[in-house]
C-alpha cells in the first residue's frame, strides 16, 4: 500500500470516529424534570375510571390561592444503600385517590404481589383519571402541559378535540409512600386565573360553606360542588354565580350533607363556550 493511500484511510477512520462520539453523548439532563407544551392525545379506552376508595385523615397545605411556588420538600431524605427516596408530602393534603399513608402502603402491598393498578405510578393517567373518574369531567381527557420530577409533578389538562381551548387546570401531584413504587396522589390545582380561596386550603369545614376567590374571563357562571372519595355523587352543589372581568372576587354559598370521609374535595367550574366544563380548580377541606 503507497503512502497517499495509507493516509487517506486513517483521515477517513478518524472522521467515522468522531462522529460515533458525538452521536452517543449525553446532555447530562437525565434525571431532570419533563416539561413540554403540548401532548399526544391519549386513548380514553386506556384511562382508568377507578372505584372511589374511603378516606380516613389528610394534612393541610397551601395550593389554590398561589402554589406554583411550594414550600421545600424537606421530608424527602436518601433511601438506606441509595435507591429510591423516601417521600412525604410535608403539609400537602392528599386528595385522591388515597388520602392516607396506609391507603397507599396497601396498594404498594397489592401492586408488588400481583401488578395490581399500575396507572399509580404515572402521574399523567392519575391526573386525567382524577379528572374524569372522580370529578366527572369526561370531556377533559388530554394532557396538555407536563413537569414531573422525582416527587412532585403538575399536569396540565384539557378537553378532547379542542387544541384552541388551551388547559382547563394544572394538577398537582406528589408521591406518597416510600420506594421507587410509591404512588402519585393528588394534592392540588395550581391556578392562576380562576382561583379557589376560600375555604383555606386543609381547613376544617361546616354546612353550609362559603366559597370564593377570583376570577379573569368573560360572561363566567361558576358551579360549585363538595366531593368525597367514597360517594360517587356530590354531597353539594351550588349554581351559577356570574363572573367575569379581570381577576375579579366571586363568592358562593353551597350546602352539603352525608359527608363520611375526613377529607373533602371543594370543586369550582366554569364553561358553556365551548364545553359544559373549561376550566377548574379545587381544594381540599377537612370534616374534623
Aim: proline share 9%; hydrophobic share 35%; charged share 15%.
Amino acid at each position: 500500500m503507497n503512502v497517499w493511500l495509507r493516509f487517506r484511510l486513517i483521515g477517513v477512520a478518524l472522521v467515522t470516529g468522531s462522529s460515533l462520539l458525538a452521536c452517543s453523548g449525553t446532555d447530562g439532563r437525565h434525571d431532570a424534570p419533563v416539561t413540554s407544551s403540548a401532548a399526544p392525545r391519549p386513548s380514553s379506552s386506556a384511562l382508568p375510571v377507578p372505584t372511589p376508595t374511603p378516606t380516613s385523615g389528610g394534612l393541610p397545605s397551601p395550593t389554590g390561592a398561589a402554589p406554583a411556588t411550594p414550600a421545600p420538600d424537606t421530608s424527602t431524605t436518601p433511601a438506606p444503600g441509595g435507591s429510591a427516596p423516601v417521600t412525604g408530602l410535608g403539609s400537602l393534603q392528599p386528595i385522591w385517590p388515597f388520602t392516607t399513608l396506609g391507603q397507599a402502603q396497601a396498594w404498594q402491598r397489592d401492586h408488588r404481589a400481583g401488578g395490581h393498578q399500575p396507572w399509580h405510578l404515572d402521574p399523567e393517567q392519575t391526573a386525567l383519571s382524577f379528572t374524569r373518574g372522580y370529578l366527572g369531567f369526561g370531556e377533559i381527557d388530554r394532557v396538555t402541559s407536563r413537569s414531573i420530577g422525582a416527587a412532585r409533578a403538575r399536569v396540565g389538562v384539557g378537553l378532547s378535540g379542542s387544541e384552541d381551548s388551551g388547559t382547563a387546570a394544572v394538577v398537582h401531584l406528589a408521591r406518597y409512600g416510600t420506594g421507587r413504587d410509591a404512588p402519585w396522589v393528588v394534592v392540588g390545582t395550581d391556578d392562576t386565573d380562576f382561583t379557589l380561596t376560600r375555604p383555606g386550603y386543609g381547613s376544617v369545614v361546616r354546612s353550609p360553606m362559603t366559597v370564593g376567590g377570583r376570577m379573569s374571563g368573560v360572561d363566567e357562571s361558576i358551579r360549585v360542588q363538595v366531593r368525597q372519595p367514597s360517594s360517587a355523587a356530590p354531597l353539594g352543589e351550588s349554581c351559577c354565580t356570574p363572573a367575569g372581568g379581570h381577576r375579579q372576587p366571586w363568592s358562593s354559598t353551597v350546602t352539603f350533607k352525608g359527608a363520611k370521609d375526613a377529607v373533602l374535595t371543594v370543586v369550582a367550574m366554569t364553561g358553556g363556550h365551548i364545553a359544559e366544563v373549561e376550566r377548574f380548580t379545587v381544594t381540599a377541606v377537612r370534616t374534623r
